[in-house]
């Protein structure tokens, strides 16, 4: 058309010598690398006004979200039908895709024609051919018994708000048929071919033609993320960062957009530019000669932006098969899903699952309170000793150890009692080597004794000797508070010839062999109790302690006469649950999945503490990788590539899903820490997939544990006759403290299982060390109190 007119004119002027004349004509249409610069900003800016949600409105370029947000992986497999409608021939296609790995996809196709009366007639006449064409397609092909997945490459600008629905926003490339737009183009074909009745299908997607091509050769570039159309008409689409994408929920992954970008200018951007020529072939509405231009865009584009290695690849077999492509990676998502959700909901609890363990927690609680049963019970209710809380007159300086959690802490705790009752701590970490933990007790504790000495010179405090209270965050059998049996280690560790034995008396033991100071050992109590003492300084409402952390625990202050180990009825005294081991004799294993098996078939303690794997810090993380590896393996993750990193134990440390699920950290942070789990090759969706595993991980383990802490403040309301309980939790842990959702969770979870119970939860700042010296605080002014 533009040549025609020109030459036309040309050969008027020429004989008039004017060839200058023409050039003139020529130059308007002629644009220099700034007049191109220009337009690609003034494009860029026409991108973002799309993709705004407040701007999107008055937006020349459309931006259209097209719910197509994966690439095929190549584990694509089935037969799909397509339809290819809005480019120069409407196709039927039939695509076989095999996943054998060789990427092989066989195509048959037929072209038929869409009369002009039909472009300009009525939608339902247009559909009713559509329809018609697919019946002598499936004919032909003997599959009209087939209720084959069907793409539908529908090339005219439409707002999708799914991958199957699209509302068609304006006809363009010389289409008007009326009834068709601002209606959704799925619904009408659907209702064309249920007016046949003569075969079904099933629509899955459907998709603009440069979306189709960008699936097209991304069959075979993985690389290919963006689809251009220069055809009857031009448009592109690309995949852009959901987190640009205003019009869509969501920030993670990516999703194709369609630009539509054929109607940039549309608002004028472009008048400076556009010639006598432009504005009457837009008035007349005609547009020949697509190709010479294949060249000098790619020339252009490589000028223009240097800086991007740009490869052109041309589609050879159209968008139907891009069409097809789409709809077996939506089958293969939704299989995939399916799949998955079937897998994760193995670790989804329903209420009525929750109020079932907090029953058996209260079954297990009676069981290890009574003398006959305790024996036989997992959670074993252990006396403590411990039967008061501060009164406020205690003072003086305490030692304080702290073993058992992440660190192992020595603690000067300096208390003053009276109006101006306070509490100042001085504290030293220590690590506690593996071969500490696993060598013989006397290593471990000539250790302890070691780190000891240590801080009294570094408090210059060398030789002195100080009342102590030891923190042993194992279950400890006592008799009285400075006495502590080891009934079983925890938590990895597993020196030698500590289980039963008195603790108190191997720490003793290493002090005298280090013959450098000596020590008033005046209790051992476990990390919940100091928790409880710790939070009890400041909320005297506080009788119950629990630790989430490296493991998990509970303490309460029990009723006397409920405590049947321990002589005497009055008063209360605090009982370490050790609830850990709760699931020892199989009470969990209608909930416990495969994947806590595994966790638990390669733990140092096999068989035990079943419940404390199932919540806390040293376990999640590995609960997490084999969830990984199973989806892995099943080809539902990381395109089912298992990285040797993936299968090394404690590689997935519990701190990551921390990290993962920390609603401030993006996609691609989450992405750098599969990277640095040798996760290379993983994908945004990867990246999702990962954070969902661990957030349903961490969500079983909240409630679980809330379900626990329900049975617990239950049973103490129980205690007391009360129909409402006003009470107070001292926690402590890394996991509880450092994940972003577990605290929240396990507080709904008490809140729902046990509604007659107002629980506070005080989070200690001070470590259970500080309790532990409190304890010993109280027993030096009772004990000196019996002296007087
Ligand atoms: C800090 C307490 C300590 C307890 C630890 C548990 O002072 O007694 O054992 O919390 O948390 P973890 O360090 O195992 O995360
Ligand atoms: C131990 C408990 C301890 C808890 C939290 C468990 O493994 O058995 O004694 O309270 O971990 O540290």
Known sequence: MIASHLLAYYFTELHHDKVQQVDKY???????????MDVSVRFRREMDKGLGRDSNPTAAVKMLPTFVRSTPDGTEKGDFLALDLGGTNFRVLLVKVSDNGKQKVEMENQIYAIPEELMRGSGSELFDHIAECLANFLEKLGIKNQKLPLGFTFSFPCQQTKLDESILVSWTKGFKSHGVEGRDVVSLLRKAIKKRGDF??????????????????????????????????????????????????????????????????????MDDLRTDFDREIDAGSLNPGKQLFARRLHKMVRRLVPDCDV???????????????????????????????????????????????????????????????????????????????????????????????TNFRVLLVRVRGGKRRSVEMHNKIYAIPQEAMQGTGEELFDHIVHCIADFLEYMGMKGASLPLGFTFSFPCHQNKLDQGIL??????FKATGCEGEDVVCLLKDAIQRREEFDLDVVAVVNDTVGTMMTCGYEDPLCEVGLIVGTGTNACYMEEMQNVELVEGDEGRMCVNMEWGAFGDHGELDDFSTEFDRAVDDCATNPGKQRYEKMISGMYLGEIVRNVLLEFTAKGLLFRGKLSERLKT???????????IESDRLALRQVRSILQHLGLTSSTCDDSILVKEVCSVVARRAAQLCGAGLAAVVDKIRQNRNLSELKITVGVDGTLYKLHPHFSSIMHETVRDLAPQCEVTFLQSEDGSGKGAALITAVACRIRDAGQR
């Open 200 to 269: 079904d299908i099933d629509i899955v997607a459907v998709i603009n033609d440069t979306v189709g091509t960008m699936m097209t050769c991304g069959y075979d570039d993985h690389h290919c993320e963006i689809g251009l159309i220069v055809g009857t008409g031009t448009n592109a689409c690309y995949m852009e960062e959901m987190r640009h994408l205003e019009l869509v929920e969501g920030d993670e992954g990516r999703m194709c957009v369609n630009m539509e970008w054929g109607a940039f200018g549309d608002d004028g951007a």
């Open 487 to 492: 009934l079983k280690w925890t938590k990895g």
């Open 26 to 36: 020529l130059y308007h249409l002629r644009l220099s690398d700034e007049n191109l």
């Open 311 to 405: 490869r052109f690849l041309r589609s050879e077999d159209g968008s139907g098969k891009g069409a097809a492509m789409v709809t077996a990676v939506a089958y293969r998502l939704a299989t995939q899903h399916a799949e998955r959700q079937r897998i994760l909901d193995t670790l989804r609890l329903s209420r009525e699952q929750l109020l079932e363990v907090k029953r058996r927690m209260g079954e297990e609680i009676n069981r290890g309170l009574a003398k006959e049963s305790h024996d036989q019970a997992t959670v074993k209710m252990l006396p403590t000793y411990v039967r008061s809380t501060p009164d406020g007159t205690e003072h003086g300086d305490f030692l304080a150890l702290d073993l058992g959690g």
């Open 649 to 659: 134990r404690g590689i997935f440390e519990t701190k990551f899903l921390s990290q």
